[in-house]
């Protein structure tokens, strides 16, 4: 590839806004350089998180500790009647928590008691609950949980956790390379720390279903990690071969021209999500909902900001510091016609450069005959 | 030219054949009235969580989720699931109404146990608890000899109670164990106790027990006997020969029928027998049920017990699908907003999708392999509109990248689509991965969730391929040329072009 490959037009980034340049693929963030401000904003969220988690740890759910709850939707009635009602039903320190905007839950702790007595107190509180919501016994749901069913939950978590990362690392190494299953691994982890760390500091209750969630997240940010890495590989497959950008210009390039993939689809996943935590649990008061779309809604966000801002830019810096890329970002460092490619500019010239450097993955041959050609071209 | 992949004869039949798979599938599903079978926080209900007390094997285990499997089947709800999770038993009945007196009837994890009447006492005023039964007095004894049945009309002398119990209390159920002598209440007659011997047989042995009506009209027990417990059955049928055999569930004293009183002599039951006597319907009924409890293997301890009530959990549906509905719409406004007639793209293709969807989680819903539809799964499907999506915008951005080379429209599809297959198949293959490997992992709920999350995965695989591909390549093909605001290049509009 010669030295005067750019030659096409200058793009003048006044004309769009910032939403504009981003639909137009104008933009030029640079992801790899600021990584410092990146990470450090990760680590502060962390550390906080872990603080936290030290001093206050976690407000488990019912689930993991063991004990006893009730619900009911009662539309016309106080905390304070529900709470007097269960309190002559035999609890001794219920927990009285208004759900949505009509569902009262009830929880205590009745596993020190015979299995007899708990049976009773169940029933009292049951029908104390109903009378106090003005509907029959049958309307009331309950939940008794053992001390031991929790832990069990969690161990078949953390195995299916664990087998998980296993089994991720193992494929984006194959079909992608080690270095790339370590940050996209490293961009998991983050993003569970971020998420638990949220949840211990706002003191938001772990149920299975936060549990759910959060693997969810992992999948989903481990997904937006892949689509971001793709275009990475892709990019980087002439790196030696063309020779005008550094492993981390390629990477910068990569992030810009899937930054508006990238926002879509995290806009098209949150979307949903904070459709089912406002609609769903505030306004219709389906509690079980809310527990999924809170711990969604923070592992979304922080999986779309991993991946963005963690995952590439520590890709880039393990990168940098393998000989054969340090030996590119010295022979490029020294020109100086060279200019920031954005993702239209790069599709242009990738235009350009193909009629004489056929790359598989991004050539189908001289633009100008592209047309004819195309249709020959098997599929597969 | 050879016929190809990408000829647009098969990108036509491809686009045809999904579309109406799809919206047939959806249509023959609602016409045959099929829905998902809803989960027990969406329906209502019970679900219980139980694991042994002591160590069990595998093979113990599935006997346990037999017999709970006949407990509630016997209850007569339908729709009810007995699974072996692990070393646990989960039982769930959804859309029960009355979640607690089914909760009794299956929690009932005592065993059922056949024991020989040694005598019959009475209720006194004041009971007290005795630490060891007394002997029956020989008078008062129901052996063969004193209950001497009369074989031409089935009934044994009436013997009186054994006055020496009556003020004894009945047997606690801690000290109610198989290898004891016990004192304890018959079932629906409040004066009448038995004092029996030690267990004999347990429902083990019974296979199957039936409330029918005989060719009289009158209500009986039919049951039979399992392989094993045929032998065992003539065993203790022939040392209770004309004498009454206490079928005892929980403490409580279910019948104390008497051995073949019509017959001179013992004869082989053959694996099948019946009780006859002063039967109701209801009292045949509980009888069978009790039977049919069977006696577990191993005692059963509740890890967690819980109950929704039916407007809970119509509440959570209409927030979940409200939620969802909602979701989508807002998807697909901005998406239409994005991409303009490429918008209407993933409009089309989420509504094949979603056809598809509804239609085999429906026929899913009538075979026993499916997770019922729960809310762990509603929020699969809600982030599963995510990756579906996801996997236009993926394809629509390379559109816009061939567009901003310079490349026409009808040349951009077709690159367009190779590379974002690509990365649409890595990241599926991912997502997938966690589908797969949660479902065989986790336990409860994350499995239903693994289950349909792993689903549309695999449907977006497909829709991309069969649906999108031909469909955007078509349009592309056609509207090359077209100007107008709803064209593909209206919706890619890409820089290069622009300048």
């Not at chain 1, 806009?267 to 527990?291: E, F, H, M, S």
């Not at chain 2, 007995?82 to 994890?109: W, Y």
Request: glycine share 8%.
């Amino acid at each position: 590839m010669s030295n005067d490959t750019d030659t096409f037009a200058p793009i003048d980034d006044k004309t769009y806004g910032r939403f504009g340049r981003l639909y137009h693929g104008l933009t030029t963030v640079d992801f790899v350089g600021r990584r410092k401000i990146w990470f450090t904003v990760s680590i502060v969220i962390i550390v906080l998180g872990i603080g936290s988690l030290a001093i206050r740890g976690f407000n488990l759910g019912i689930d993991f500790k063991g004990g006893s709850s009730w619900e009911v939707l009662a539309p016309h009635t106080s905390i304070a009647n529900m709470t007097s009602a269960v309190e002559k039903a035999g609890l001794a320190h219920p927990n009285v928590e208004k759900l949505g905007s009509k569902t009262y839950q009830v929880t205590a702790d009745l596993n020190t008691l015979s299995s007899s007595r708990q049976a009773t107190i169940t029933n009292d509180v049951v029908n104390a609950m109903a009378k106090t919501a003005g509907v029959s016994p049958t309307q009331v749901s309950t939940s008794n949980v053992g001390p031991t069913w929790g832990g069990q939950i969690t161990n078949k978590a953390l195995e299916a956790l664990i087998v998980f990362f296993i089994a991720v690392v193992a494929y984006i190494s194959i079909r992608f390379e080690p270095k790339m299953a370590v940050a996209a691994f490293v961009a998991m982890v983050h993003d569970l720390l971020v998420t638990v760390g949220v949840y211990s500091i706002f003191g938001f209750q772990i149920t299975p279903d936060t549990v759910i969630a959060i693997l969810t997240i992992l999948g989903y940010s481990l997904y937006d990690t892949v689509v971001v890495f793709d275009r990475v590989r892709d990019n980087t497959q002439g790196v030696l071969k063309g020779g005008d950008l550094t492993y981390s210009e390629m990477v910068n390039l990569s992030m810009n021209q899937t930054l508006a993939r990238s926002i879509n689809t995290s806009l098209v996943a949150i979307l949903p999500v904070l459709a089912v935590l406002l609609i769903g649990a505030d306004l219709l008061g389906a509690t079980t909902l809310q527990n999924y779309g809170l711990a969604l809604f923070v592992g979304l966000m922080s999986g779309a900001y991993s991946s963005i801002f963690i995952a590439s830019p520590l890709l880039a810096w393990m990168k940098e510091r393998e000989p054969r890329y340090l030996d590119l970002a010295a022979r490029v460092g020294v020109r100086t016609d060279r200019r920031i490619l954005t993702a239209s500019s790069a599709a242009l010239q990738s235009a350009q450069t193909s009629a004489t450097n056929a790359r598989p993955a991004r050539s189908g041959g001289a633009s100008g005959t592209i047309q004819a050609r195309a249709r020959k071209q098997k599929r597969r | 030219m050879p016929p190809q992949v990408g000829s647009r004869r098969s990108l036509i039949v491809s686009l045809v054949l999904t579309v109406a798979i799809a919206f047939g599938s959806l249509a023959a599903t609602l016409s045959l009235g099929w829905g998902p079978k809803l989960g027990l926080d969406l329906a209502g209900g019970l679900s219980v969580v139980y694991k042994p007390t002591t160590h069990a094997t595998t093979s113990d285990m599935q006997e346990v989720v037999t017999i709970l499997t006949n407990r509630v089947d016997g209850l007569g709800v339908s729709g009810a699931t007995v699974n072996l999770q692990g070393k646990d038993v989960v039982v769930s009945v959804p859309g029960v109404k009355d979640a607690r007196a089914v909760l009794q009837a299956v929690g009932q994890t005592a065993q059922l146990l056949f024991r020989p009447v040694l005598c019959e006492a009475g209720v006194g005023a004041k009971l007290t608890a005795a630490t060891t039964l007394p002997s029956c007095a020989p008078q008062y004894q129901d052996t063969a000899a004193n209950l001497n049945v009369n074989t031409s009309t089935g009934n044994p002398v009436n013997i009186a109670p054994d006055p020496a119990f009556t003020n004894i209390a009945s047997t606690k159920p801690a000290k109610d164990l198989p290898a004891e002598t016990v004192l304890l209440p018959l079932l629906g007659q409040p004066g009448v106790r038995y004092v029996l011997g030690p267990s004999q047989m347990t429902g083990h042995s019974i296979k199957k027990a039936l409330a029918q009506q005989d060719q009289a009209g009158a209500w009986v027990v039919n049951y039979t006997l399992t392989g094993t417990g045929s032998p065992l059955w003539d065993q203790v049928a022939q040392k209770n020969f004309h004498q009454l055999l206490a079928i005892e569930l929980d403490g409580v004293v279910q019948s104390a029928p008497l051995i073949q009183p019509n017959q001179a002599s013992f004869t082989s039951f053959a694996g099948q027998g019946q009780i006859s006597g002063s039967f109701t319907q209801q009292s045949a009924q509980t009888l069978a049920l009790a039977m049919n409890f069977g006696a577990l293997p191993v005692r059963l301890q509740a890890l967690t017990t819980q109950t929704v009530s039916p407007t809970l959990g119509h509440s959570s549906l209409v927030a979940g699908l409200g939620a969802g509905l909602a979701g989508l719409a807002l998807v697909l406004l901005y998406t239409i907003v994005y991409y303009r007639a490429l918008g209407l793209v993933i409009v089309l293709g989420l509504a094949v999708t979603a056809s598809l969807l509804w239609a085999i989680i429906s026929a899913l819903g009538h075979t026993a392999f499916a997770p019922s539809f729960d809310l762990a799964g509603v929020t699969g499907l809600i982030v599963s509109i995510g990756i579906t999506v996801d996997s236009y915008i993926v394809y629509f951005e390379r559109l816009k990248d061939e567009a901003r080379a310079g490349r026409s429209v009808r040349s951009s599809v077709d690159r367009g689509f190779r590379s974002a297959w690509r990365t649409v198949l890595a990241a599926d293959t991912v997502s997938l991965l966690a589908a797969v490997l949660l479902y065989i992992i986790a336990v409860g709920d994350v499995k239903g969730f693994a289950f349909f999350l792993g689903l549309s995965t695999l449907m977006d695989v497909l829709i991309t391929w069969y649906f999108t591909r031909p469909l955007v390549i078509l349009l592309g093909r056609r509207g090359s040329s077209s100007t107008s605001k709803l064209s593909m290049a209206a919706g890619l509009h890409a820089g290069a072009q622009s300048e």
